[in-house]
């Protein structure tokens, strides 16, 4: 079922759980996290990134796909369609393509320049029924080119953007896109409470949300955390196990080449790891 993400969201900051996002880059990916969050009867967001998005030809494909699958697969619990790290232009882009939720990324640009685009983004998402995500401070490393130096949100800028009337808020706290080096410092906990006191009660976004342990995934849900964003670790269970599927030369036993073979133990994977961050968020059974 396709909807905006701020019910969802606003139910999971009350009841002190957070819904998973997870980015989607083609067929398997989609069908593996819906099928997941039908089965554990959990709300789930679906990410884009940009970058996926022109890998799959397009958001208007990608609006088409997931809006045919949820039909077709009777999805029941709520989806939404969210744009990740979305520019301006590409916010507009999804707005048209059929996007139920955007974010927009106004992080690097002086906090003047954020509030005025993100103020009217939310105008026109709002408008049309959308939910809206806008970011303070940057999240460290790279995504589809969007380079982030990891600098911790001010609390009193993220005040200010919310109170343009986002949906749910990302406050750079220390965390990272990719993997996380052995020497990283860990969550910035003390800008989080800082942040949350500020906001009130808005959800708050913790996007890099592989390898973060669960001790501090659950101490950011108690401190606002209503959306966490998990990329990488669905891609690192998918190349491990379709490496192992082809190390054992299943490949090349009858029609083991066939894709829908070739594909079928990443899918299982995909679906394993959704699993395993829904238990972690405590999303099951909140649809």
Known sequence: MLVNAKEMLDKARAGKYAVGQFNINNLEWTKA????????NSPVILGV???????MTGFETVSAMVAAMDKSLGITV???LH??????EGCYKCIKAGFTSIMFDG???AIDENIAKTTELVSVAHGLGLSIEAEVGSIGGEEDGVIGRGECADPD?????????VDFLAAGIGNIHGKYPDNWEGLSFETLAAVNEKVGELPLVL?????????????????GVAKINVNTECQLSFADAT????????????????????????????KATVKEKMELFGSIGKA
């Open 49 to 55: 990134s940009e970058g996926a998005g022109k890998y």
């Open 207 to 223: 996007h890099g949300g592989t390898g973060i342990p669960a001790d501090m995934i659950k101490k950011a849900i108690s401190l």
């Open 107 to 109: 992080s690097h640009f």
């Open 157 to 165: 800028e993220c005040k200010m953007i919310a109170d343009l009337g």
């Open 33 to 40: 996290v819906l099928l997941t969050a039908q089965e554990l």
């Open 78 to 80: 709520p989806v939404a």
């Open 243 to 270: 490496r192992k599927y082809i190390e054992a030369g299943k490949d090349l036993q009858g029609k083991g080449f066939d894709p829908r073979k070739l594909l079928a133990p990443g899918f299982e994977a995909i």
């Open 83 to 88: 744009l990740d790290h979305g520019t301006y």
